[in-house]
């Protein structure tokens, strides 16, 4: 299977505690996408990270990969309860149409 | 500008009836792709459309599935003789891919309810 693997499955911390999610692949990708769930509806994008590229950073998100280790990171800062969601990667993969193969996803509890 | 809608939000079915889910993707986005969430199974891959190219249905799941997009820009997702195993949240999303953009943009979703 191509799917990535996220970890950990599940994720409680408290309120301005920070949370770091990790999603492997298999082959090399063109892109890996980060993206939020609320409540099991729709997909909220966060980062998109190239092949090409090691870190990238919006607000309090900061995204790394690692293409040796074919792997990213999520990190969020200073959390709030409103972080409360889960939390998918996504990869796609050179020619296939950008179609997007998600991880399993990190539910990510943030206690006030 | 409006983003990615979906129609309906709920739909509630008997097992052995067809549906039709409708995906209105974000104005002069060339690709357009469908998902599908469900328990067992998270979020996984079920066709996708570019351009004028033959769409890529390598992720339906059997024969009772199809999807069609007309006019390069609304899709829709039908399923016949819907089984139980068929309820999940089906999502749609698009993009420009090949136009600069990689970012897919997803709409609220379909959840399906086979009973």
């Known amino acids: 299977s191509q799917q990535g693997e996220e970890d950990p499955q599940a994720l409680s911390i408290q309120e301005g505690e920070n949370a770091t999610m990790n999603c492997s692949y298999k082959?090399?990708?063109?892109?890996l996408q980060w993206y939020r769930q609320n409540s099991g509806r729709g997909l909220v994008h966060l980062i998109l990270i190239r092949s090409n590229e090691r870190e990238k950073h919006s607000g309090r998100l900061r995204v790394t990969l690692d293409t040796s280790k074919k792997s990213s990171s999520l990190l969020i800062t200073a959390s709030r309860a409103a972080d409360t969601a889960s939390y998918f990667c996504a990869v796609a993969y050179y020619n296939q149409g950008g179609k997007l193969i998600f991880g399993q996803g990190t539910e990510l509890s943030v206690k006030p | 500008g409006a983003g990615v809608s979906q129609s309906p939000s709920n739909k509630v079915t008997e097992k052995g009836k067809d549906v039709e889910l409708r995906c209105d993707p974000i104005?002069?986005?060339?690709?357009l792709y469908w998902y599908r969430q469900s328990l067992g199974q998270g979020l996984e891959f079920l066709i996708y459309?570019?351009?004028?190219?033959?769409p890529d249905k390598s992720g339906l799941p059997s024969d009772r599935f199809s999807a069609e997009r007309t006019g390069g820009s609304v899709s829709t997702l039908t399923i016949q003789r819907t089984q139980q195993e068929d309820s999940a949240v089906y999502l749609c999303?698009?993009?420009?891919w090949g136009g600069g953009e990689e970012t897919q943009y997803f709409g609220p979703g379909t959840r399906l309810l086979v009973l």
């Open positions: 459309f570019q351009g004028n190219s033959a």
């Open positions: 999303a698009s993009t420009n």
């Open positions: 082959t090399s990708i063109n892109n």
């Open positions: 104005s002069g986005h060339t690709a």
